[in-house]
């Protein structure tokens, strides 16, 4: 929700401090991989490839279409 609002540099935050936790489950990470590939595309810092790159090798793993797709779509070019 905080991505959705404009309100990165929270959502940036805590999705950084979710992942530095005890191993997040797999899916929850992919998660905010996202979230920050996202939010770093949008302001045009590095690390954007990392993140998604990461994300969705991630959901590949996970074989399911409602983990790959918006991961898909996140790291479409056009999206970004």
């Not at 996202?34 to 949008?42: E, L, N, S």
Request: with cysteine; glycine share 8%.
């Amino acid at each position: 929700m905080l991505e959705r609002t404009g309100r990165w540099d929270e959502s940036v935050a805590l999705s950084t401090e979710l992942l530095g936790r005890e191993r997040p489950s797999p899916v929850n990470r992919l998660c905010l991989l996202t979230r920050i590939g996202m939010i770093r595309a949008r302001r045009g810092e590095p690390g954007v490839w990392e993140c998604l790159d990461e994300a969705m090798a991630a959901a590949d793993g996970t074989g399911e279409p409602q983990q790959i797709a918006p991961v898909a779509v996140a790291a479409d070019p056009v999206t970004i």
